[in-house]
């Protein structure tokens, strides 16, 4: 069972940065796709980036495309987000997640989330 235990969320002014960390056990890091995802109050939770396995594809969401950078440090078992400009409505809780074939991008095909990190940008 993989385990996740993301951390570094805070309150924030908007322009401002936040950089997110997500610990992974329960898997062979180097093997897996890594994504973060984050969930507004009363919305869906959705896709926000993702790495390949290797490091060298990532995939982002339009609406973050530009300010947030997504990085794996396999010495480290860890998956982070750069996150640059922030805005009001990049409030949320994030969650990463990992998959053994494909970058994460829908939520609906994962089962197991971890506790999540509030990130709060006031306007």
């Known amino acids: 069972q993989v385990q996740l235990v993301e951390s570094g969320g805070g309150l924030v002014q908007t322009g401002g940065s936040l950089r997110l960390s997500c610990l992974v056990s329960?898997?062979?890091?180097?093997?897996?796709?890594l994504g973060w995802f984050r969930q507004a109050s009363g919305k869906e939770r959705e896709f926000v980036a993702g790495?390949?396995?290797?490091?060298?594809?990532?995939e982002y969401a339009a609406s973050v495309k530009g300010r947030f950078t997504i990085s794996r440090d396999n010495a480290r078992n860890t998956v982070f987000l750069q996150m640059n400009s922030l805005k009001f409505e990049d409030s949320a809780v994030y969650y990463c997640?990992?998959?053994?074939?494909?970058?994460?991008?829908?939520?609906?095909?994962?089962?197991?989330w971890g506790q999540g990190t509030q990130v709060t940008v006031s306007s």
């Open positions: 997640n990992a998959d053994a074939f494909v970058i994460p991008v829908d939520p609906g095909a994962y089962t197991y």
């Open positions: 329960g898997r062979t890091f180097s093997n897996v796709a």
């Open positions: 790495i390949s396995v290797t490091g060298r594809s990532t």
